[in-house]
């Protein structure tokens, strides 16, 4: 990782943790699913704002509300939706089933999680498309 890429980070690490936490908060088990989702949506992120106006421009559109993040907050809602769905599809069952607090701490889990977004069972897909694709498009107008 590269001196720039970690200052681009910086600048809106505090940004985008905030705005994420907000979107896990009121709900026990999006706490348990929130680095799970924020690994992938960063993975969406980065390329929007791998350089640093863009970044500050992300960073200054979060602190005055504007309507991009109204799109952003869907597409991170979409995500945690199917983040629960593959953990009630992969616990087990009965007593063997895995705990949720359990469930999301285990190894390559994202990895699991990547092959489950691409699949037949995740029905949130296409509102994430939807709504990131607007978020995209609103933040790029922003730059």
């Known amino acids: 990782m590269s ?6 980070i910086a600048l809106i690490s505090n940004a985008f943790i905030l705005f994420f ?11 348990y699913a929130k680095w799970l989702v924020l690994n992938f949506l960063w993975k969406h992120l980065e390329p929007l704002v ?3 106006s863009n970044a500050e421009t992300f960073r200054v559109s979060w602190e ?5 993040f109204d799109a952003l907050n869907h597409a991170t809602n979409s995500v945690f939706n199917a983040a629960l769905k593959f ?13 949720v607090s359990t ?12 092959k489950f977004w691409r699949g037949s069972n995740n029905q949130a897909r296409p ?3 939807r709504a990131w694709n607007k978020f995209s498009k609103q933040l790029s107008a922003e730059c």
């Open 64 to 68: 005055r509300d504007k309507p991009s």
């Open 3 to 8: 001196i720039h890429s970690i200052g681009v």
């Open 127 to 129: 509102a994430f498309g």
């Open 21 to 31: 936490s907000a979107a896990a908060s009121g709900y026990p088990e999006r706490a």
């Open 103 to 114: 469930f999301f701490r285990l190894k390559g889990l994202h990895l699991d999680f990547d």
């Open 87 to 99: 953990y009630r599809l992969k616990r087990g069952k009965g007593s063997k089933a895995a705990d």
């Open 50 to 52: 791998h350089t640093r």
